[in-house]
């Protein structure tokens, strides 16, 4: 069993998503949306990329402490949010990687320096610096994706700590889940993603795909993932796995459910979160239009709509 203690509340504050509407209006006691204004001008820009980055804070007592998780795609994009919505990113005491796919590390030195720490620490799983990647369309037509690198993450002065196995965060108040086992018979993964490995031609199972989670007081587990190439149904069982937490309170982030490859896919994911029961369902990023107007549907008094700039506060 691994250890996750208790905390009484954890916000979520998403740097980048693919998605804004910056005159929503529709603040509740759980969201907050990022606000167009600097003074009393209507003038303050946030960025929609198609990527993933948040800034989570937990609290236990009077202590709150802070995580960055994924960077979004584009070098500027999420820094751009950050200093948009005066984020303090200071305070960040340790960094994770939900998979070395570039709309998850693409802003990784900017929002590093930002942090201003060297040294800091950034969790991941050791198949993130797989190269090279691609997409492969055909046998002729291959779509090379950007990699990250051990050379990239020396020169922004980040020490990192490669994990297969579930690693505890801040003092064992989030997890990082490693590397997440494959149950469901329907989430298979990306049909046509490969990597090349000493010349050899591997289909790519993204084993670094992975998520983070928190555990706030009498409201069960908070299951925040990237992609969830591994599949949002197998992460989320597995956290409830090594924490022996059943409960879960909210399931966030990107679901991959985007695409003809995954409409079939749609349905049993979705009554299998039905199933799991979580108080709040968000889907993010690579969810897919479909998959969430899907989500919504099926389960209208759980869903919440996730921008860039918002902040998800669980407590």
Not at 65 to 88: I, K, P, Y
Not at 119 to 141: C, D, M, N, Q, S
Not at 278 to 296: F, N, V
């Amino acid at each position: 069993m691994q250890q996750l203690h208790e905390v009484d509340k954890i916000e979520i504050l998403t740097l980048q998503d693919n998605y804004i509407d910056i005159a929503s209006g529709d603040n509740t006691e759980i969201i907050t949306r990022a606000m167009p204004l600097k003074g009393m001008e209507i003038k303050n820009s946030i960025l929609a990329e198609h990527g993933f980055s948040a800034l989570v804070k937990i609290t236990q007592g009077q202590s709150t402490r802070s995580l960055l998780f994924d960077f979004g795609f584009s070098q500027h994009g999420a820094a751009f949010n950050a200093e948009a919505l005066s984020v303090d990113l200071t305070e960040v005491e340790a960094m994770a990687l939900s998979h070395g796919h570039m709309d998850h590390f693409g802003g990784l030195k900017q929002l590093t320096e930002k942090i201003g720490k060297p040294g800091i620490k950034l969790v991941l799983h050791p198949a993130a610096f797989r190269k090279p990647r691609y997409i492969k369309i055909t046998e002729e037509f291959k779509i090379i994706m950007p990699s990250l690198t051990r050379d990239a993450i020396e020169e922004a002065d980040i020490q990192v700590v490669e994990s297969i196995e579930p690693y505890p965060l801040l003092d064992e108040s989030l997890l990082f889940l490693g590397q997440i086992p494959r149950k469901t018979d329907f989430e298979k993964g990306m049909p046509n993603f490969y990597y090349e490995q000493e010349g050899t031609e591997i289909w790519d199972s993204l084993d670094d795909d992975t998520a983070i989670v928190a555990n706030v007081k009498d409201k069960g587990l908070v299951v925040l993932s990237g992609c969830a190439h591994s599949g949002i149904i197998n992460t989320v069982s597995y956290a409830k796995e090594l924490t022996g937490i059943n409960k879960v309170y909210a399931v966030m982030g990107g679901f991959h459910l985007t695409g003809a490859d995954f409409d079939p896919i749609i349905p049993p994911t979705t009554q299998a979160l039905k199933d799991l029961d979580p108080t709040y369902i968000i889907p993010t990023h690579c969810t897919g239009r479909k998959a969430i107007m899907t989500i919504e549907k099926e389960m209208p008094d759980k869903f919440l709509l996730n921008m860039s700039g918002s902040t998800l506060t669980f407590s």
